[in-house]
Structures are given as structure tokens and as C-alpha cells.
């Protein structure tokens, strides 16, 4: 198994009204984050906001090209980003014990924060299509390249970890410095994850590690 440090390239916030840092996603342009009672969108480019939306938002944060799926408490909800307006919820595999959230291939993959687990669901009902064991703690998916990343944290100790989709086999690790935890995931397709910073209120974009060619 590869293990190497984590380079961070840029730390962004702390946000205004913003004191939790909670899923994360990227929409191609803007980082969107989840603050508990609002998503916030800021431009990872010069870290300034650019907008709010008022909705529960309490873990995991994704984008499937054009709605945001944002966890709240025991439900998924679907999220028109120009209006705000919520147009479908689904239940949450975990019940209230969820955390990552990501859409890769159609579906939505949730993480299971203290089951362990990585759930791929139906994004129209919420049915369970297979589920990942994890060895740690999950605390937020992304998927890119065809590769499938989840972050950890347990104490002082976090770390982004790439596992085998099928097995659930840990291939790689990149350890956080101690005390900063990840507390949601995602990647802008390219070198950067994008990795939220729970109760420091700060979102760090972390070198992803090259690929071997």
C-alpha cells in the first residue's frame, strides 16, 4: 500500500455565519460546502463566497452536473442550485448516520459514518444497490479517474485513503497533519481534493497524488 503526506495547496475561510464545515462538493466552477443550515458556494480560485442557500445541511454534499443532493439528519435531498428550491428527497441509508456523499456513474455513494460503510443508492428512491466495508471511519466520496477516495478521521489523526471499489481493500493513504481532519471529500477531477475542515471552519484543497504511469 502507497502512503505519503498531505501536501496542502490552499487553505480557504474561515466563512462569515459559517462555523462548520460539514460535505463538500465541486461544481466546476465553484466549491460548494454544507454549514449545517446552508449550503455556501465559494470560488476555489480566490476563495471569495458567492452565494448561500438556505437549507438543512448536516453532512455530505454532492453535484451530478446539474442539481446539488445534499444529507440532512435521516434524508438525501435534491436541490435546484439557481433557485434553492428542494424538488425530491430520499430516505439516507444510515438513518442519520451518514456522512460522504458523491455522484459517480449515475448513482449516488453515500458514506456511512460509524457503520463503516460506503452504500451506492438509487438516486431516484434511495434503494441500496451494493454496499463497501471500510476499515476507518468515513467521513466523505469522491470518485475520480475511475479511482474511489474516502476520508477518516478518528481523533487526531485523518487521512484521504483510495480503496478498491470492489473488495473495499485500502490501495493508498494520505495522512493530514495532526489535528486537521477531514470532514467531507471531493475532487475537482484534477490534482486537488477538496477537504472540509468540521469545526475549524475551512475547507483545504490537498495535492492529489500522481499516478503512475
Not at 454549514?35 to 453535484?63: L, Q
Not at 457503520?115 to 434503494?127: F, L, S
Not at 477537504?195 to 500522481?210: E, I, L, M, T
Request: charged content about 25%; proline content about 6%; hydrophobic content about 35%.
Amino acid at each position: 500500500m502507497k502512503r505519503s503526506e498531505a501536501e496542502i495547496i490552499q487553505i480557504y475561510g474561515p466563512f462569515p455565519g459559517a462555523d462548520q464545515v460539514h460535505g463538500v462538493t465541486f461544481d466546476g466552477r465553484n466549491v460548494w460546502f454544507a454549514a449545517g443550515d446552508t449550503i455556501n458556494a465559494f470560488d476555489p480560485e480566490n476563495g471569495a463566497p458567492v452565494r448561500s442557500i438556505d437549507v438543512a445541511a448536516h453532512a455530505g454534499t454532492a453535484f451530478d452536473g446539474k442539481h446539488l443532493f445534499q444529507i440532512a439528519e435521516d434524508r438525501i435531498q435534491k436541490i435546484d442550485p439557481e433557485t434553492g428550491k428542494i424538488l425530491a428527497t430520499i430516505p439516507a441509508p444510515g438513518g442519520g448516520g451518514d456522512s460522504g456523499l458523491a455522484w459517480a456513474e449515475g448513482t449516488l455513494w453515500v458514506g456511512q459514518h460509524r457503520g463503516r460503510k460506503i452504500h451506492q443508492i438509487d438516486p431516484e428512491n434511495g434503494a441500496i444497490l451494493r454496499t463497501i466495508e471500510s476499515k476507518r471511519v468515513v467521513t466523505g466520496v469522491t470518485w475520480v479517474d475511475g479511482e474511489l477516495w474516502h476520508g477518516t478521521w478518528e481523533g487526531d489523526e485523518s487521512d484521504i485513503r483510495r480503496i478498491d471499489p470492489q473488495t473495499g481493500a485500502v490501495l493508498e493513504t494520505v495522512a493530514m497533519p495532526t489535528g486537521m481532519g477531514v470532514s467531507g471529500l471531493e475532487s475537482d477531477g484534477g490534482e486537488r481534493f477538496f477537504c472540509g475542515g468540521g469545526p475549524s471552519g475551512v475547507v483545504r484543497a490537498v495535492r492529489r497524488p500522481k499516478r503512475a504511469r
